[in-house]
């Protein structure tokens, strides 16, 4: 295992694996990418949710740090009725930060209610108020941006109306795209500048690439590493030579950034900055989140055995592994693994193992998620670097309940066998 690559330990954690594997999805967190409509998964919930009963004559519902307010009004609802706001685990893909899930749901409200984020600096960092939007995900799993919207920008609020709940956020229409949040010491990854803006037609949230001419400059602010590619919308980042983790900051200076769909705006002329952050790690690494939990390996080792990929990592009382039933690079989606390019996947949440797949109480099925194991580069025996990402969704079946944890994560790994 890396950091302790014993052949005897590795040899019984793959047969641990094989006993028991079983993975699946979550957001592309890093962005849905120029020109690709947005969709994630429904992130897990975290905190303890606020809840108010409101009735005819309307009333209001604040989270502790009053982050978000939600206004009903009078003759909205015809009986009492709880609400409650609760907050969901972070999609850099859409939101500067924070998400929340406002209940009941499938309410139908005969009056539209208002919801307002009281927005902090945070939430600007590295960019302009102007460029902040309400957001909200629907049921297909799709986003969209809400013009109809005020902003005040002295008293650093974001206002807006809707007749429905779901899950709610604010989000940034210029943004840096990475294909993931953490890059190893010499890694090189492409960044791209892109745009978030709705699709005229259906309102979905999409990406589209910031123009050549509209890029003023790129840099590293702080944190080390270098950046190739001039004014041109895609750049490479060369992360630092490092043995520690540590963070890089990233910014790009884009101009004229006309917003074709809400011309009210301010921004059409002036310069916009927009800067991302990187997790620098080691040259070998496996981080990976469920249910909003981070992790990062700390004995973590991947080996092929008669064709098949085994991978596992371990970090204090959390652990991950998968297994896919093939070396070559590409995406290996959850499955059976006798069918081509199939993968399971196992992982711990709050002390309990969460499967890829499980079987039905009534009918013996088995079911399998959503979710893949991608192999981006597969070194040779004995040292070959073996580097990719999962995502997807894992079950725990209890009693024929069936609950559900998202997952998603990356690594870095010199192959052993």
Same mark, same amino acid.
């Given at each position: 295992?890396?950091?302790?690559?014993?052949?005897?330990k590795?040899?019984?954690?793959?047969?641990?694996?094989?006993?028991?594997?079983?993975?699946?999805?979550?957001?592309?967190?890093?962005?849905?990418?120029?020109?690709?409509?947005?969709?994630?998964?429904?992130?897990?919930?975290i905190?303890?949710?606020?809840?108010?009963?409101?009735?005819?004559?309307?009333?209001?519902?604040?989270?502790?740090?009053?982050?978000?307010?939600?206004?009903?009004?009078?003759?909205?609802?015809?009986?009492?009725?709880?609400?409650?706001?609760?907050?969901?685990?972070?999609?850099s893909?859409?939101?500067?930060?924070?998400?929340?899930?406002?209940?009941?749901? /499938?309410? &139908?409200? @005969?009056?539209?209610?208002?919801? *307002?984020? %009281?927005?902090?600096? $945070?939430?600007?960092?590295? #960019?302009?108020?102007?460029?902040?939007?309400?957001?909200?995900?629907?049921?297909?799993?799709?986003?969209?941006?809400?013009?109809?919207?005020?902003?005040?920008?002295?008293?650093?609020?974001?206002?807006?109306?809707?007749?429905?709940?779901?899950?709610?956020?604010?989000?940034?229409?210029?943004?840096?795209?990475?294909?993931?949040?953490?890059?190893?010491?010499?890694?090189?990854?492409?960044?791209?500048?892109?745009?978030?803006?709705?699709?005229?037609?259906?309102g979905?949230?999409?990406?589209?690439?910031?123009?050549?001419?509209?890029?003023?400059?790129?840099?590293?602010?702080?944190?080390?590493?270098?950046?190739?590619?001039?004014? /041109?919308? &895609?750049? @490479?980042y060369?992360?630092?030579? *490092?043995? %520690?983790?540590?963070? $890089?900051?990233?910014?790009? #200076?884009?101009?004229?950034?006309?917003?074709?769909s809400?011309?009210?705006?301010?921004?059409?002329?002036?310069?916009?900055?927009?800067?991302?952050?990187?997790?620098?790690?080691?040259?070998?690494?496996?981080?990976?989140?469920?249910?909003?939990?981070?992790?990062?390996?700390?004995?973590?080792s991947?080996?092929?055995?008669?064709?098949?990929?085994?991978?596992?990592?371990?970090?204090?009382?959390?652990?991950i592994?998968?297994?896919?039933?093939?070396?070559?690079l590409?995406?290996?989606s959850?499955?059976?693994?006798?069918?081509?390019?199939?993968?399971?996947?196992?992982?711990?949440?709050?002390?309990?193992?969460?499967?890829?797949?499980?079987t039905?109480?009534?009918?013996?099925?088995?079911?399998?998620?959503?979710?893949?194991?991608?192999?981006?580069?597969?070194?040779?025996?004995?040292?070959?670097?073996?580097?990719?990402?999962?995502?997807?969704?894992l079950?725990?079946?209890?009693?024929?309940?069936?609950?559900?944890?998202?997952?998603?994560?990356?690594?870095?790994?010199?192959?052993?066998?």
């Open positions: 295992m890396t950091k302790s690559k014993s052949p005897i590795f040899l019984y954690l793959a047969g641990w694996l094989i006993l028991i594997i079983s993975c699946k999805k979550n957001d592309t967190h890093t962005g849905a990418g120029p020109s690709v409509p947005l969709k994630t998964m429904p992130g897990q919930l905190g303890v949710a606020t809840k108010t009963r409101i009735g005819v004559n309307g009333g209001s519902i604040s989270i502790p740090d009053q982050y978000i307010t939600v206004q009903v009004p009078a003759g909205a609802v015809d009986a009492d009725t709880e609400f409650s706001i609760q907050e969901v685990q972070p999609n893909a859409v939101a500067t930060g924070r998400l929340f899930r406002i209940l009941p749901e /499938n309410i &139908t409200l @005969k009056k539209p209610v208002e919801i *307002t984020f %009281k927005y902090t600096d $945070a939430d600007v960092a590295g #960019t302009d108020a102007a460029l902040l939007y309400p957001c909200f995900q629907g049921n297909d799993g799709l986003w969209h941006k809400v013009l109809d919207c005020t902003l005040d920008p002295v008293g650093k609020t974001l206002k807006v109306s809707t007749t429905h709940f779901s899950d709610w956020g604010i989000l940034r229409e210029v943004s840096i795209h990475a294909p993931k949040e953490e890059v190893g010491s010499n890694e090189e990854i492409d960044l791209t500048a892109f745009i978030l803006d709705e699709d005229v037609a259906t979905i949230l999409i990406g589209s690439d910031v123009k050549r001419d509209q890029i003023v400059g790129w840099k590293v602010v702080a944190g080390g590493g270098t950046i190739s590619g001039g004014k /041109n919308t &895609t750049v @490479k060369k992360a630092p030579d *490092t043995d %520690k983790k540590s963070e $890089a900051l990233i910014e790009v #200076t884009v101009k004229n950034v006309v917003k074709r809400d011309p009210k705006r301010p921004g059409n002329g002036g310069l916009v900055i927009v800067r991302r952050k990187l997790t620098i790690m080691p040259e070998e690494y496996v981080v990976w989140t469920i249910g909003g939990q981070k992790s990062t390996g700390i004995f973590f991947i080996g092929v055995f008669n064709g098949h990929a085994i991978m596992t990592a371990t970090a204090g009382n959390e652990a592994s998968f297994h896919t039933n093939g070396t070559v590409g995406k290996y959850f499955g059976k693994l006798t069918d081509p390019k199939k993968a399971t996947c196992t992982g711990t949440y709050q002390f309990k193992t969460y499967e890829s797949d499980y039905e109480c009534e009918t013996f099925e088995k079911v399998y998620g959503e979710g893949a194991i991608v192999f981006e580069t597969f070194g040779e025996s004995g040292g070959g670097m073996v580097q990719g990402s999962f995502e997807g969704t079950y725990k079946l209890e009693n024929c309940d069936v609950s559900a944890r998202s997952m998603y994560g990356s690594f870095r790994i010199r192959r052993t066998y």
